[in-house]
């Protein structure tokens, strides 16, 4: 088949982009800037300009794709304009939905959030439990957004959601990446501290094989969380810097002066133009601590979770970080 996907010079992207490819399928990548792009896509992949917030543009790279894979989105937990949230993660997923029914397109795969879910602070939760209240962070409203606006956007073409929980591995790294933000930090010893909470991780090739069986075997209107398990951000330190055989684990601060911190530092960031060391939205949504259960997906599309330790070892030795 041919495929359309966006988002293919971030991470869930980019691992959608190559897991096509290696079912051998053809893919067409929506990029801003299709020079840049070559250098960041996967071999094989045909770059066309536009962007989200574009229709014309987007009419045209959907043009004779059979399925479209919506996978951009502004992912940071904290941008100096509000706004750009729902200008991109939802106006933009509206905008690709209604380009792919124009364009006579079969099926739409959206790339949301676990973050569209309620749960109590550290418990467990499923498709089931969709929050129906506004989230608590302008990002997490916008992906709650972006589900409501695909939905009447798709007006009974067929679409499935993908809800991935925090996407590590081989690919981009973008400037909120846990790679940027953790890994590389914490071999080189350079993370003062850490926050309390943890997430559920999932590895990118395991998300780029998701989104394929998502295509395949996903029943219309539902959600699919991809999750392989939970970790607390301790955990995730302590694996790091076991895996690396360097660096180190810094202390976890209290609950209380977390928040004080990230509060300071966003009314600073908010004067410098500058992304905080952590965004109230991101202690926010560590603090929830809630733990996926990718359960459906590996019911109804036979997807697999990749074992963390299996994932961490393979994503520190492609960022050179193996001692």
């Not at 467990?124 to 302008?138: I, L």
């Not at 989104?211 to 694996?239: N, S």
């Not at 202690?283 to 994932?311: C, H, I, M, V």
């Amino acid at each position: 088949m041919r495929a359309l996907v966006t988002g293919a010079t971030g991470k869930v992207g980019h691992a959608t982009a190559r897991a096509l490819l290696d079912a051998g399928h053809q893919v067409r990548a929506l990029v801003r800037e299709p020079v840049r792009a070559a250098g960041v896509l996967p071999a094989g992949v045909e770059a066309v300009a536009g962007d989200v917030t574009d229709v014309p543009s987007l009419e045209a790279a959907a043009a004779g794709c059979e399925v479209v894979f919506n996978a951009m989105g502004l992912p940071e937990q904290w941008l100096s304009d509000d706004g750009d949230f729902d200008r991109v993660n939802a106006r933009g997923t509206e905008n690709v939905v209604r380009a792919a029914r124009g364009a006579g397109a079969r099926r739409v795969v959206h790339t949301s959030t676990i973050d569209v879910f309620h749960a109590p602070r550290g418990a467990r939760f499923d498709e089931s439990a969709v929050a129906d209240y506004p989230k608590g962070t302008a990002y997490e409203r916008s992906k709650q957004r972006a589900e409501e606006l695909a939905r009447a956007a798709a007006d009974g073409m067929e679409l499935v959601f993908v809800n991935p929980a925090a996407v590590y591995g081989p690919g981009p790294l973008g400037g909120a990446s846990l790679e940027r933000q953790l890994f590389q930090p914490l071999v080189r010893g350079r993370l003062p501290a850490l926050v309390p909470g943890g997430f559920g991780v999932v590895y990118s090739e395991g998300v780029g094989a998701g989104q394929l069986l998502a295509a395949e075997r996903g029943r219309p209107g539902e959600r699919y969380i991809l999750c392989d398990e939970h970790v607390t951000l301790r955990e995730l330190a302590q694996a790091v810097v076991r895996v690396a055989g360097r660096g180190r684990v810094p202390p976890t601060v209290p609950e209380r002066a977390a928040r004080v911190l990230s509060a300071a530092g966003e009314a600073v960031a908010r004067v410098v133009r500058r992304p905080p060391l952590v965004a109230r939205g991101e202690l926010y949504f560590l603090l929830w601590n809630a733990a996926p259960d990718s359960g459906k997906a590996q019911r109804e599309l036979g997807w697999r979770p990749t074992p963390f330790a299996d994932g961490l070892r393979a994503t520190m030795g492609d960022l050179g970080l193996l001692r």
